[in-house]
């Protein structure tokens, strides 16, 4: 067992000279033990998978129809911030027409009583107009939005809403205006757009911002008191408020602590830690210890064993007392992918690796900075909510197009122990599904419906999407001779299609079925793709795998009680499995860490149109090892 002075103590100096950090110092508040890195060469990084995550897609962008999606055909779609307020998820993000930092800019929410089905996007703070003869600096073309913090849930109940403007294409320090502020009613509508501060740099001209030439009215001037005194609370909350001080270094001295202005310390996200201790995390691995919530911090120091980018990493105490990290584990601005979380006992030592999010479609539209990958993970804010459940949930965009969000269970596991005997009767229609990964883009969902031309429920998949799929995954007891059977039904036979894997612990895929678009049960044999029969719609059929996951293994396989192959040899040499995976596209890779992420491309063909929906039922999964 570590001990507690290991964990909390400060540096020691050995006999010779050399400094050893203490992890949960100053000079080490944070450190990854595990031994799992990430493989740069596929999307899942050839990590397990954190057991139970439900993503799902909130916002797919549209912009041939725009009313599709947010009414507006704006494809640049980002910095997405999330909270829990009046029984109700909030989820904002901003929005740009085309690339990062070009005008013009608004924010935009989406909200859900339930996680699952969202709410067409609401513009909260539309793209800025000056007032006139306020002049811009040079080499500005307009106004955009930056925000690192979204909302805050006042003492007295009140829900704030918070963005911030500046001029393209530095919106910080001398190209910011301000921050806004409006309060989010019970009724979903918004009240009236107020400053609640001020850029401490100045205009152009050299004044100061204040009413006279911005374009919304200071908040003092609001005649609901409850309104003023939410925001009175906002700026009185130092640690709160730390996260605006990229935007803004506060040469008033508003930030009242002593992190120097010269510090390179973006996106901040934190934590308490058991102890009382506020553990801050910004990106590019930094970290820092307050023992005065926020008042003053520990120089903030790069944490050697936290691999990341430019990308946000996001920490919190999670339902179950524990602590997890979230983040992209590459040293890559332009590759943004996995998306991961580490947990830790008690906030300073974490360990394994797991995937939240291993999956990246393709970009269907070009801009600029338009990063590959899930990226920009950010969580519920202490103090910002907490949904029912015992669930860290997570918010991101996708290729920095599409906004996502992700529903993680603790405690968080990536093993299962015992059979698997799924027939999901129990669940409750549109519901969650227990110990299985769902990947549910907007136009291939993933959902609990009632049962075919008989009694019970049953999984869909259903997916009408031209360049994604509906993915869903179910880890169970790792084995090298594992018996797995399932019941599909597909509802379409020249149509869509349904590749079926159980794969190993790094995402090799030794045994491959798939109900082509052809209406053929296609499996893979070693290296040659075998027709073993045809398919109807409408009809059931029952799968049987009896795998021997050694290196020299192979497989058995019955469909409807007859066997169709026997000691069928596997795709991939595999030392064992432990993931059945059904999936409503072919597999992919690309792009990959060499794909180009700055070179111009048209959007993709048909992007903005639904194809033929193919629909395919799932029904009692069991699993057993042999």
């Known amino acids: 067992m570590i001990n507690k002075a290991y964990r909390y103590g400060i540096a020691l100096m050995l006999g010779s000279g050399v400094g050893v950090a203490q992890t949960g110092s100053i000079h080490e508040p944070v450190r990854y033990v595990g031994g799992e890195t990430v493989d740069p060469q596929v999307h899942e990084g050839r990590l397990r998978y954190a057991v139970g995550v439900e993503s799902r897609q909130t916002l797919r962008v549209n912009r041939t129809h725009p009313e599709r999606a947010d009414g507006f055909g704006w494809t640049y779609n980002h910095a997405s911030n999330l909270c829990y307020w009046n029984d109700t998820f909030y989820q904002q993000y901003l ?34 107009v000056a007032p006139k003869g306020v002049k811009i600096p040079k080499g500005s073309d307009g106004y955009m939005m930056h925000q690192r913090m979204g909302f805050y849930t006042a003492p007295n109940g009140r829900l704030l809403v918070l963005a911030f403007y500046g001029h393209t294409e530095e919106p910080f320090r001398e190209g910011g205006i301000g921050r806004v502020v409006r309060e989010a009613y019970k009724d979903g509508t918004y009240g009236p757009i107020y400053f609640i501060r001020y850029s401490s740099h100045t205009t152009v001209d050299g004044m100061k911002w204040n009413e006279k030439n911005t374009s919304y009215p200071f908040y003092q001037t609001s005649t609901d008191k409850g309104f003023v005194e939410a925001c009175t609370a906002l700026l009185s909350d130092k640690l709160m408020t730390l996260q605006w001080r990229e935007e803004d270094l506060g040469l008033d001295g508003f930030y009242k602590n002593n992190l120097d202005k010269s510090l390179d310390i973006q996106a901040l996200s934190y934590y308490h830690r058991k102890d009382g201790k506020v553990v801050a995390l910004w990106k590019r691995s930094k970290a820092a210890l307050s023992d005065d919530e926020g008042m003053t911090f520990s120089t903030p120091v790069k944490v050697p064993t936290l691999t990341m980018a430019g990308g946000k990493q996001w920490g919190q105490r999670t339902d179950d007392g524990r602590y997890a990290i979230a983040y992209n584990p590459i040293e890559m601005d332009e590759h943004r992918f996995p998306l991961t979380v580490i947990t830790s006992d008690d906030g300073a030592i974490f360990d394994n690796m797991l995937l939240v999010q291993g999956e990246v479609p393709p970009r269907r539209f070009f801009g600029r900075w338009k990063d590959f990958g899930p990226c920009y993970v950010r969580g519920i804010e202490e103090g910002n909510g907490n949904p029912p459940g015992n669930d860290l949930w997570l918010s991101y965009s996708m290729n920095k197009e599409d906004i996502w969000i992700s ?66 995954i179910r880890v169970f007891e790792e084995g090298t001779h594992i018996e797995c059977s399932l019941k599909v039904q597909p509802a379409q036979s020249q149509s869509g299609s349904l590749e079926i894997d159980l794969t190993d612990r790094y995402g090799n895929r030794p045994v491959r079925l798939r109900f082509d678009e052809k209406g053929n049960i296609v499996v893979t044999d070693g290296g040659v793709e075998k027709v073993v029969q045809a398919y109807r719609p409408g009809q059931w059929y029952s799968l049987t795998f009896s795998v021997n996951a050694t290196l020299t293994g192979y497989f058995d396989l019955s469909i409807n009680g007859k066997k169709v192959l026997e000691k069928a040899a596997l795709a991939e040499a595999v030392k064992s499995v432990e993931r059945l995976s059904l999936r409503t596209g072919p597999y992919r890779n690309l792009p990959n860490r060499k794909s180009p992420n700055e070179d111009p491309h048209p959007p993709l063909a048909g992007a903005d149109e639904p194809v033929t929906r193919a629909v395919f039922f799932v029904d009692d999964v069991m699993i057993k090892r042999l």
């Open 95 to 128: 929005s740009n027409p085309v690339d990062e930092h070009i005008a013009p800019g608004q924010t935009l929410i989406v909200t859900s009583k339930d996680g699952r089905s969202w709410s067409k996007p609401t513009v909260v703070f539309p793209p800025y």
């Open 407 to 472: 529903r993680v269970p603790t405690p968080v596991r990536y093993a299962v122990k015992g059979n698997v005997n799924d027939d999901f009767d129990g669940l409750a229609l549109n519901g969650g599904v227990p110990d299985w990964n769902v990947y549910a883009p907007q136009w291939a969902p993933v959902t609990v419906v009632n049962t075919p031309e008989r009694a019970g429920k049953c999984l869909e998949l259903s997916d009408r999407d031209p360049y994604d799929y509906a993915r869903a």
